[in-house]
């Protein structure tokens, strides 16, 4: 998918972006260690949103099934317990068909 993404690419020049909204704003990861799961799932929704060319509100992916509910037989995270932005991807590119969206399962962090 970011192999078909844009060379050139912002998300402020309507040129770009065909008057859809392709980056979400930046998430409250509050005092838990999610940065990676957001910043994968933030990316990959960015590229989603470029590549169909649809709101970036489309193309959700949920950060609390990407943390703290993996799929497969990945272990869970806690609150305090992050992972590396490679073992993110790596579970974002094996599960992604079985990440449900963020508004079916939003973000709240197990504090």
């Known amino acids: 998918m970011l192999a078909a993404s844009p060379q050139v690419y912002s998300s402020l020049n309507a040129k770009y972006t065909s008057g859809v909204r392709m980056v979400d704003p930046p998430l409250n990861q509050q005092p838990c260690d999610t940065c990676s799961a957001m910043a994968v799932a933030s990316a990959a929704e960015t590229a989603m949103a470029s590549v169909y060319r649809v ?3 489309d193309c959700s992916i949920s950060v609390q ?3 703290f509910c ?3 037989n990945e272990p869970a995270r806690r609150c305090k317990g992050g992972w590396s932005l490679t073992s993110t991807l790596s579970l974002l590119q094996q599960y992604s068909q079985q990440l449900p969206t963020e508004g ?6 197990d504090l």
């Open 55 to 57: 709101n970036v509100a």
């Open 65 to 67: 099934a990407l943390h």
């Open 70 to 72: 993996p799929p497969g």
């Open 104 to 109: 079916c399962m939003p973000y709240k962090p």
